[in-house]
């Protein structure tokens, strides 16, 4: 246990620490905070400007189709309509119904909580898994590379022990972190919501939709974090994490992306990560084929879809973290210390 | 006296696709006893530190048997690195920690009391710049600062490799102290250096290590008696009685060397025969001295790694227990 406070300690110390989730927490803050500047609440003035601007809008298409179809009968008594521009028939002209052009197109942008919270937990989870990888790898690997490591394992020589209980320390540290950035988050776009927006329709169906979903963001957080800490571990150094992220996004992801494209792969997305990242946190991500077309009885065409879901993702995501993490345990066990 | 640290027939070898195989360590044996000074000696390269970092599970070694305070390790390091402090090579430290911080970490994981902390600070002279950050420290603070880490424990053995490293005189002078200190309060300290003449005031005992095996061991002054070569340094009242003298010696099986001003005579078993054997002469000593050698000439005698004008000595060229005199390719370079 006292190693187990220690290593909180030595977390907390850490100036890299504190800065990396100072920063972290600063990038969520300017997404709240952006997000209420650009948001507005809807009020009957609002709504009255943004019919008043659909309207506007008709008259202007009613107004520019009158001329085109001018223009067009123009061309046919001149015999100059044979280029294209102007349909054969210059009565197909005709402005959009009234209905197509929508109020809401005109309504400036607001923030609807249940419509929209939803989607902010993914660059939550984003940015706060990127924080968690960098500390993670910094933690471990920096104890590596300047001794620290070393020397601890002079004290308690008990090789596991000490890379788990470290592991341990590191994911309490980003846990607490991530639940009070939660907490704080929530709280920060009910305000947006309420300020700027509406709150109207939350359920408790919604409100633990929006838990689970959390949860969710929280579990994803800590995974990448104890892969960055198993990372840096494995090659005993932060560089080897840092560089292994680097390479498989730049070599694993982009390149494999554009490899999969230029072969013609059906569903080139359900060979990339993020792809699961965003599955994990959505539930579900529905890939599309548009080279295929599969007829309807109205007879429209509709393309081959794949789903990836969530349960998938966990599978993936489960596999991943044991298979580094055993690699990281395995190699803090065999390898000499040097 | 019980012994404190046993190791017997300790293997260490390190492979290499491209290289080949190396024996950092080809049965190497050691033995320190309770309370003693130990000097651990041996070229750059002749498995110093791969010792120590075997003996604290560092390292995992192919073959040997070690124990510590009577306990077999690795298995028990657990048990007895409560009572082990040690530095192995250059001290290493996280750089943004200050002094005291770093051994509060120690200390912390360690279940040692955190007033431990400001002892050994004071003890190894760091108090006033505990609170700086270990990358403003010199070489030598960061010593004293490994130092004060390995004592925080106030362990039973001691194991400094190098602790004079860095440090200025007064800093050798005063870590020379603090080791007979610790010695005399009952504590045990092996300690692994290059200053031969620290390690000559200081320990009570060695062991010369040279390409993964013992050389030489036990207490200094033995050690020393062993490789006296018995050399008597003689000088004449008139120097041109020289000559004769030379003459006479040799008669009486005495190997000579003539220097301009004196003789250096060798195998000499008893001065006193000297003086009688010239006197009947009628040739009249003004000097006779025995030479005594020093730890430095024995250490470069047993290891072989005694400059030789002209030649640039490899660092795997050193003598070999049951090798050839120059090792070479005997088996403990790269590819051997």
């Known amino acids: ?338 | 006296m019980p012994a404190v640290l046993e190791i017997e027939g300790l293997r260490k070898t390190y492979k290499s696709r491209r290289r080949g195989t190396r024996n950092a360590l080809d049965g190497f044996d050691m033995r320190v006893e309770a309370g003693q000074v130990h000097g651990f000696l041996g070229p750059n390269g002749s498995g110093k530190t791969t010792t120590l970092r075997t003996l604290l599970g560092l390292i995992r070694p192919n073959a040997g048997r070690m124990r510590i305070l009577g306990q077999e390790v690795p298995e028990a390091l657990p048990v007895v690195a409560g009572q082990v402090g040690a530095i192995v090579e250059s001290p290493q430290f996280f750089p943004h920690f200050t002094a005291r911080d770093t051994l509060s970490l120690l200390a912390s994981a360690g279940d040692v009391p955190a007033t431990r902390v400001d002892e050994v600070l004071e003890l190894v002279g760091l108090r006033d710049r505990a609170g700086e950050r270990v990358k403003t420290y010199s070489l030598g603070m960061k010593q004293r600062l490994a130092v004060a880490s390995a004592l925080l424990k106030n362990p039973k053995l001691l194991i400094l490799d190098e602790p004079a490293n860095g440090l200025d005189p007064g800093g050798i002078r005063e870590m020379r102290t603090l080791m007979r200190t610790l010695a005399e309060s009952g504590m045990t300290v092996v300690l692994s250096s290059h200053i031969l003449g620290e390690i000559q005031l200081i320990c009570d005992s060695v062991t010369i290590i040279s390409l993964g095996r013992r050389v030489a061991f036990g207490p200094v002054d033995e050690v020393l008696a062993q490789h006296s070569s018995g050399a008597v340094r003689v000088r004449l009242e008139a120097a041109a009685d020289l000559p004769a003298a030379t003459e006479v010696l040799t008669r009486a099986g005495v190997r000579v060397t003539g220097q301009a001003d004196h003789l250096m005579l060798a195998g000499v078993d008893k001065p006193a025969a000297v003086t009688r054997l010239l006197a009947e002469q009628g040739l009249y000593v003004s000097e006779l001295t025995p030479v005594t050698v020093d730890l430095e000439s024995v250490f470069l005698e047993l290891t072989a790694t005694a400059p030789v004008p002209g030649q640039h000595r490899q660092v795997d060229q050193s003598t070999k227990v049951g090798g050839p005199e120059q090792s070479g390719a005997a088996g403990g370079r790269w590819g051997a």
Not at chain 1, 9 to 36: D, I, N, P, S
Not at chain 1, 73 to 93: H, L, M, N
Not at chain 1, 246 to 262: N, R, S, T, Y
């Open chain 1, 1 to 338: 246990m006292s190693l187990y406070r220690t290593e909180l300690r030595r977390l907390v110390k850490r100036r890299f620490t504190r800065y990396m989730t100072l920063l972290g927490l600063l990038v969520l803050l300017a997404v709240v905070v952006g997000t209420f500047l650009t948001n507005e609440k809807l009020d009957a003035d609002a709504i009255a400007r943004a019919e008043r601007q659909a309207e506007q809008s008709y008259q202007e298409q009613v107004r520019w189709t009158a001329q085109e179809k001018a223009a067009c009968e123009a061309a046919k008594a001149a015999g100059t309509a044979d280029d294209g521009r102007y349909p054969d028939d210059c009565s197909v002209i005709s402005p959009p119904p009234r209905e197509a052009i929508e109020t809401s197109w005109f309504l400036p942008s607001t923030f609807d909580f249940r419509e929209s919270f939803a989607e902010t937990l993914i660059p939550f989870a984003g940015i706060l898994a990127l924080v968690g990888f960098v500390i993670g790898a910094s933690f471990v690997g920096a104890e590596w590379s300047t001794g620290g490591m070393m020397n601890l394992l002079l004290w308690r020589p008990r090789r596991l022990t000490v890379l788990l209980t470290k592991l341990a320390a590191l994911l309490t540290g980003l846990l607490t972190v991530t639940l009070a950035a939660a907490v704080a988050w929530f709280a920060g776009f009910w305000l947006v919501a309420t300020f700027r927006g509406n709150t109207e329709k939350m359920t408790a169906g919604v409100w633990q939709s929006f838990t689970l979903t959390g949860l969710r963001a929280v579990a994803l957080v800590l995974a990448v974090t104890a892969v960055g800490f198993a990372l840096a571990s494995l090659g005993r150094h932060t560089a080897m994490a840092l560089g292994g992220v680097v390479a498989v996004m730049v070599v694993g992801q982009f390149g494999l992306g554009i490899l999969l494209d230029m072969a013609g792969v059906r569903f080139p997305e359900a060979w990339l990560l993020p792809t699961y990242a965003v599955a994990w946190m959505q539930k579900k991500v529905t890939l599309e084929d548009w080279q295929s077309c599969n007829a309807t009885v109205f007879g429209e065409c509709k393309p081959d879809t794949f789903d990836v879901t969530w349960q998938q993702s966990s599978v993936l995501f489960v596999v991943g973290v044991a298979v580094i993490l055993g690699a990281a345990l395995w190699a803090m066990r065999r390898r000499d210390i040097s």
